[in-house]
């Protein structure tokens, strides 16, 4: 009992990984489907311009 670990900075490491696994996770993500969702913005810009105009 001389020793007592301390488990704070090992929860903090833990969350820290967590947190850069999910980040990766999102730029997997927007990486793959960034295109698909800037084509789909700009339809319908292009579809709100035509009916303005």
């Known amino acids: 009992m001389l020793y007592?670990?301390?488990e704070e900075g090992?929860?903090?490491v833990e969350?820290?990984?967590i947190l850069?696994?999910?980040a990766v996770?999102?730029?997997?993500v927007l990486a793959v489907l960034g295109p698909a969702i800037?084509?789909?913005f700009t339809q319908i810009i292009d579809q709100?311009?035509?009916g303005a105009g």
Not at 25 to 28: E, L, N, R, S
């Open 15 to 17: 969350y820290a990984l």
């Open 4 to 6: 007592l670990p301390r």
């Open 38 to 40: 800037g084509d789909i």
């Open 10 to 12: 090992q929860g903090l």
């Open 25 to 28: 996770i999102v730029i997997a």
């Open 48 to 50: 709100l311009q035509a």
């Open 20 to 22: 850069v696994l999910v």
